[in-house]
């Protein structure tokens, strides 16, 4: 199938982050678009892939911003996605560092069952809308459907604080893990779904327990670790950037492993089994790709991922 004629499908929360840096002079928020899918659908829709996305937001003031960031960023906004009743927000607290800690006000009901694009070669979901009902059950089912024509992408992205009892979290999440041909997963989030248990080790479990062809662990400044299930592993050094904050960094991540994989064609029916076959050499190429549009977000105030021309394309 033609690049023109192939297309990635999102699945997950678009949010208002009211963002509050104690660096600033004032202490009112300031109203950024985000959520972590939608971070991830607009990363790869800049980077010239056509993207869907399925959200949850309303017609109102934040939803309007909401719209308007995406298109702007050329991503499609699925049909029924702006029938909530209210756009959520998440307040944005950052420390002195530029880490972000969360507070929501969202729900997630999306219209079921989610309708797949036939020219979907890449479906990704992750954080909220993944485990969050009553949604969660129709962005499974979508997600296992799936896999059936697409390489299917996934970040659990943990909100602890929206997520609830980790027991209650963490075979949900298992579930999209088992369903997975990529996983992109925090050293934070893996330290809350298996406490005591060195976070590459849980990764690393996943690949044993369910297959999974590609895991990558993003480890902050130490940098991302990768490997595959038939046992290849790269480590990735960071560059040494100045970091204005962390906001939205995963998902640009995100967003680059998934461009990253589209360019070599790494994608669609089976390509999962090609990923899990990757060289030393590729799969290191593959992660430094993404770091790099990561160490070029952190850069910058909020989820703003780059554009191709802006890395010379």
């Known amino acids: 199938m033609p690049d023109q004629a192939r297309s990635a499908l999102v699945m997950g929360e678009a ?12 202490s009112e928020p300031v109203a950024v678009p985000g959520g972590s899918p939608a971070n991830v659908a607009i990363a790869i829709s800049r980077l010239g892939i056509p993207v869907d996305l ?9 939803g309007d911003m909401m719209r308007g960031h995406l298109e702007e960023s050329n991503v499609n906004v699925a049909s029924g996605t702006d029938l909530a009743p209210f756009t959520p927000t998440a307040e944005a607290h950052l420390d002195q560092n530029g880490a972000a800690t969360y507070t929501f006000n969202l729900e997630w009901d999306p219209p079921a069952p989610i309708d797949i694009p036939d020219r979907a070669a890449v479906v990704h979901t992750g954080s909220i809308g993944a485990v969050l009902q009553p949604g969660t059950d129709a962005v499974l089912e979508a997600f296992i459907r799936a896999r059936e024509q697409a390489l299917t992408t996934y970040d659990p992205n943990a909100r602890p604080s929206l997520m609830g009892d980790v027991d209650v979290a963490r075979p949900i999440i298992e579930s999209f893990v088992s369903n997975s041909d990529v996983v992109k997963v925090s050293d934070e989030d893996l330290g809350w779904l298996y406490p005591g248990t060195p976070a590459v080790d849980a990764a690393r479990a996943w690949t044993e327990r369910f297959q999974v062809p590609l895991v990558v662990v993003t480890r902050g400044k130490e940098g991302p670790i990768a490997w595959t299930s038939s046992g290849v ?32 064609d790494l ?47």
């Open 54 to 62: 399925v959200a949850w937001f309303g017609k109102d003031l934040y």
């Open 233 to 264: 592993e790269v480590s990735v050094i960071p560059a040494e950037v100045k970091v204005i904050d962390t906001v939205g960094a995963g998902d640009t991540f995100m967003g680059g492993l998934i461009d990253a994989l589209w360019r070599r």
């Open 15 to 26: 949010l208002v982050d009211l963002v509050i840096d104690p660096r600033q002079n004032s």
């Open 267 to 313: 994608v669609g029916r089976g390509a999962g089994e090609a990923i899990s076959l990757l060289s030393e050499e590729q799969l290191a190429e593959i992660i430094e790709d993404a770091s790099r549009m990561a160490d070029i977000v952190v850069q910058r105030r909020g989820a703003n991922p780059p554009w191709a021309h802006e890395i010379g394309r």
